[in-house]
């Protein structure tokens, strides 16, 4: 559908770890890449860039924030707690239900999901969306590849028939 497209050299490069621009990217395009106006607050993002409106209309729409109240860090891999605090603001967005929340503590590393992440994770994860990658571990900190990202969203959009 054109979502997510290659990185050059006509290779998808599944592997390669996903930014936070090319995720509010891949958002902005499954949401028929609407029309922004006014700018971020964000002075790493530049004006003219290929996320620039991705990233206004995910910061103006609720969907994303900043690093900082200043800062987007738009080339920094997105982690797995991001993604999920994003996917959650998203479905928001989109009207759909945010309702459920997994029990994490059956992960060892719970703890160290970010208080401002843990209920995006739990629903996450209530929702088969972001699994953990053992069965012991849920890696919040842990970076979300390529490939990992389009598994998710289309876990997402079978979950909420998009």
Avoid: C
């Avoid at 993002?45 to 409106?53: A, P, R």
């Avoid at 459920?100 to 994770?121: C, E, V």
């Amino acid at each position: 559908r054109g979502y997510m497209i290659g990185m050059g050299g006509a290779k998808f490069q599944p592997n390669t770890e996903m930014s936070r621009a090319m995720l509010v990217t891949v958002l902005y395009r499954i949401a028929g890449e609407p029309a922004v106006k006014g700018t971020a607050p964000f002075r790493d993002v530049e004006k003219n860039s290929w996320y620039t409106n991705a990233v206004i209309w995910a910061y103006q729409n609720n969907v994303t924030n900043g690093v900082s109240a200043t800062e987007f860090a738009p080339e920094q891999n997105v982690t797995r707690e991001q993604l999920a605090a994003i996917l959650y603001r998203y479905a928001k967005y989109m009207n759909l239900s945010t309702s459920g929340s997994a029990y994490l503590a059956k992960y060892k590393d719970a703890d160290k999901i970010a208080n401002w992440a843990y209920d995006a994770m739990a629903w996450a994860n209530y929702r088969g969306l972001i699994n953990g990658t053992s069965a012991t571990r849920i890696d919040p900190k842990g970076y979300a590849t390529r490939a990992q990202i389009a598994a998710i969203l289309h876990r997402f959009a079978v979950e909420y028939g998009a």
